[in-house]
T-cell receptor
C-alpha cells in the first residue's frame, strides 16, 4: 500500500494475555519507529529500527515489551502478560532513512486491556 | 535529557483568523530537527512543517509557518486563515542530530478548535 499499515486497528484482551501488534512500513523505508500514546498524552518513544537492527531500545517500558523486524520490512511489537496500564494507542512510523527524513505514521492500534 | 513542552493544552480560533501554538524545548545539542505534527480524530499523525536547527530562516508551508528562536529554544507554529479542517491535536517534536540516536521527543500536544 501507499502508507504505513498497522493491524489490528483495535484490540481488546484480558489482563495477563500476550498481544502482538503489526506494522507494515512504506515500501523502501529503512527506518521504523514504535510509539505509545496514552489517553491525553503525547507520544512516548518505544523503539526504532534501522533495517532489522534496533540501535535504541531505551523506550521499552519493561521486559514484557519486545519488538522485532524481519526482512527490513514488517515489524511486530509484542507485549507479554499484559497489564491495564498497557492500554493505549500504539503508533508505528517509517521513514526513508533515519538521518533526515520525516516520519510517516500509520493509524495506530488501540489496545484495551480489561 | 531533551524535553519538549507545550504549555497550551487547548486553543480556539475563529475561522479565517490566525492562531499561534507555543512550543519550547531543552537540549544541549547545537544541531537538531524540530517538527510540528497534526493528529486529527482519525488518529493518523500528519507532518505539518519541519525546521533544521542550523537554518536561520523560518520554515513556511502554505498557511503554516514557524517562529524558530534558537537561543530561546522556542518553536511556535502560526496558522493563518484558519480553516475548519485545521481542528486537531498539534504536537511539537524534537529529533536528535544525525550523529545521535534518531529518537523523537514529543510534547503533550495542543488541541486546536476552529470556530465557525
Amino acid at each position: 500500500g501507499a502508507g504505513v499499515s498497522q493491524s489490528p486497528s483495535n484490540k481488546v484482551t484480558e489482563k495477563g494475555k500476550d498481544v502482538e501488534l503489526r506494522c507494515d512500513p512504506i515500501s523502501g523505508h529503512t527506518a521504523l519507529y514504535w510509539y505509545r500514546q496514552s489517553l491525553g498524552q503525547g507520544l512516548e518513544f518505544l523503539i526504532y529500527f534501522q533495517g532489522n537492527s534496533a540501535p535504541d531500545k531505551s523506550g521499552l517500558p519493561s521486559d514484557r515489551f519486545s519488538a522485532e523486524r524481519t526482512g527490513g520490512s514488517v515489524s511486530t511489537l509484542t507485549i507479554q502478560r499484559t497489564q491495564q496500564e498497557d492500554s493505549a494507542v500504539y503508533l508505528c512510523a517509517s521513514s526513508l532513512r533515519a538521518e533526515n527524513q520525516p516520519q510517516h505514521f500509520g493509524d495506530g492500534t488501540r489496545l484495551s486491556i480489561l | 535529557a531533551q524535553t519538549v513542552t507545550q504549555s497550551q493544552p487547548e486553543m480556539s480560533v475563529q475561522e479565517a483568523e490566525t492562531v499561534t501554538l507555543s512550543c519550547t524545548y531543552d537540549t544541549s545539542e547545537s544541531d537538531y530537527y524540530l517538527f510540528w505534527y497534526k493528529q486529527p480524530p482519525s488518529r493518523q499523525m500528519i507532518l505539518v512543517i519541519r525546521q533544521e536547527a542550523y537554518k536561520q530562516q523560518n520554515a513556511t508551508e502554505n498557511r503554516f509557518s514557524v517562529n524558530f528562536q534558537k537561543a530561546a529554544k522556542s518553536f511556535s507554529l502560526k496558522i493563518s486563515d484558519s480553516q475548519l479542517g485545521d481542528a486537531a491535536m498539534y504536537f511539537c517534536a524534537y529529533r536528535s542530530p544525525p550523529s545521535g540516536t534518531y529518537k523523537y521527543i514529543f510534547g503533550t500536544g495542543t488541541r486546536l478548535k476552529v470556530l465557525a
